[in-house]
């Protein structure tokens, strides 16, 4: 979950709602996400693809 708030903040994505409504993401679903609450794998996908990273860097080392 921090992971996925990391990286919105460093991508300059400040406010977790119009990042959600910007990207077509429901803003429920991404606070579940960023809270560490369990999603499915699809709404994770859609989430990386979001923040414009690839599954290796998303689940590489270097975050936290």
Do not use: C, W
Request: proline letters at 2%; charged letters at 20%.
């Amino acid at each position: 979950g921090n992971r996925i708030k990391t990286l919105r903040i460093r991508a300059g994505h400040l406010n977790y709602e119009k990042f959600a409504f910007q990207n077509n993401i429901g803003r429920m679903l991404l606070r579940r996400a960023e809270t560490g609450s369990n999603i499915n794998m699809n709404n994770l996908f859609r989430i990386i693809n979001a923040l414009g990273v690839t599954l290796p860097e998303f689940f590489g080392d270097g975050f936290d």
